[in-house]
């Protein structure tokens, strides 16, 4: 765990917006070398500086994670979504064109057996990785592997040249999958690749390719195939519609949910331990399914358990997460943050943070949503504007702040190496 606890404090606007400039699981994270677009220039800082970004109606807003002040407004059309880039300074943000890599404007640089932190104004490169439908992002092994719903196109490179162009520079690895689908692919340290397989109407299964992009396995036992995590041992978990599958090396295991259909579409890993947590859907007729418990998968023998949550809470796709000890971290529809053990299978606490709210038909809708680093869940509350910084250990919310915007997406980097 990692914080500095502040008083709840209003975030400041940014009187200045930087123009859109155009162009081209828990994981490893390299250094970050400066990025090679035009930069503003840096200041050297006594420790890591961690970076909040979220996206509103217009754009993305970077904050400062201890006090939430607006660093950087950054315009985009449409509904934007981001991912941390993998190498603890870039965003990627998903918007029309591609993949496109925003600098956080934070990083450290290792020095013998130190480093040096650098924070310098976050800004838009002129780093696009060219999608039609760009969708998932997947950072593992030191590597981020991008999905292109509208080709089928994995492209994969060193986390640390993603503003670096790695395409335009032939650092990447690509590969178009038999048919487009909104899809996704992990890349393991032994170079193979494991992406979802099918087309516009169904997906149904995955291939596991080695570094050659060789079949070396492949299972079709997974209806509507959606997400995916990295627990202990490089065991990757890929969700279904009746469970998951859990691929160790070569095999392929299906783990199936007690239900006919138990949908668990969205799943988070950590690279110490080997039970993921999951989400869980079970009314296949719901235009919302206001579930109320999460999964448990044990990835070590391939069971499935579920956790109810209390006074049977909903909850959706975006609250939930990981903490450093493995906790999983679950926002409810009561407002509570809940903690779950998941060694035990428990709730161990709940914690008000926001008000109660009600999850939307329209997943593209604000709604409140987590994002967990450093020991700390970052809470966005769009009915009132806020961001809630919570104590993962002990509960607390220990900083707020108040946007001029509405947030909808969220994601953050730590600004530093994480071993």
């Known amino acids: ?41 840096a200041t050297e800082v006594g420790a890591a500086k961690a970076r909040v970004a979220v996206t509103y109606d217009g754009g993305v807003q970077v904050l400062d994670a201890s006090t939430f002040e607006v660093l950087a407004d950054v315009p985009y059309d449409g509904f934007t979504r981001l991912n941390p880039a993998g190498d603890g300074r870039h965003v990627v943000v998903s918007a029309a064109g591609g993949f496109h890599v925003l600098d956080a404007g934070a990083w450290s640089e290792p020095h013998g057996d130190h480093s040096h932190y650098y924070t310098a104004q976050p800004h838009e490169t002129d780093v696009v990785y060219a999608a039609e439908k760009p969708g998932h992002v997947v950072r593992h092994a030191g590597r981020t592997t991008l999905f292109d719903d509208g080709t ?105 949910s007690p239900d006919a259909y138990g949908r668990i579409g969205n799943q988070w890993g950590t690279d110490e331990s080997p039970i993921v947590l999951g989400d869980y859907k079970s009314n296949p007729d719901a235009e919302v399914d206001l579930t109320t418990r999460v999964s448990l998968i044990d990835t070590t ?61 329209d997943w593209q809708a604000p709604q409140p949503q987590v994002f967990t680093m450093d020991g700390t869940a970052y809470v966005t509350e769009p009915a009132t504007k806020e961001i809630h910084a919570v104590d993962i250990e002990t509960g607390e919310v220990y900083a707020s702040g108040t946007l001029e915007v509405t947030p909808n997406e969220l994601t953050a980097v730590p600004g530093e190496v994480t071993e």
């Open 1 to 41: 765990m990692r914080r500095s606890p502040l008083l709840s404090l209003t975030a400041l606007p940014l009187s200045l917006t930087l123009l859109t400039a155009c162009g081209g699981g828990v994981s490893e994270t390299p250094a970050a070398p400066p990025s090679t677009s035009t930069a503003p220039e």
């Open 152 to 256: 089928g196109k994995v492209v994969s490179f060193d986390s640390e040249h993603v503003a670096h162009d790695a395409v335009e520079e032939g650092e990447a690895r690509e590969y178009t999958t038999p048919s487009a689908h909104h899809g996704v692919a992990v890349e393991r340290s032994d170079g193979s690749l494991v992406v979802t397989e099918g087309t516009e109407e169904a997906r149904t299964g995955i291939r596991v390719l080695d570094a050659e992009d060789r079949q070396v396995a492949a299972s079709e036992a997974c209806p509507n195939t959606h997400g995916e995590t990295v627990a202990a041992e490089e065991t990757v978990v890929i969700g279904c519609s009746d469970g998951v599958l859990v691929v160790k090396g070569t095999e392929i295991t299906k783990v199936q």
């Open 301 to 361: 023998n391939a069971t499935l358990r579920l956790v109810e949550l209390p006074g049977g809470t909903s909850y959706w796709y975006r609250s939930l997460g990981r903490g450093e000890n493995g906790e999983g971290v679950v926002l409810g529809t009561d407002g509570q943050l809940h903690l779950v053990d998941t060694v035990a299978g428990t709730v161990t606490r709940s914690t008000p943070v926001v008000a109660p709210w009600e999850v939307q038909e």
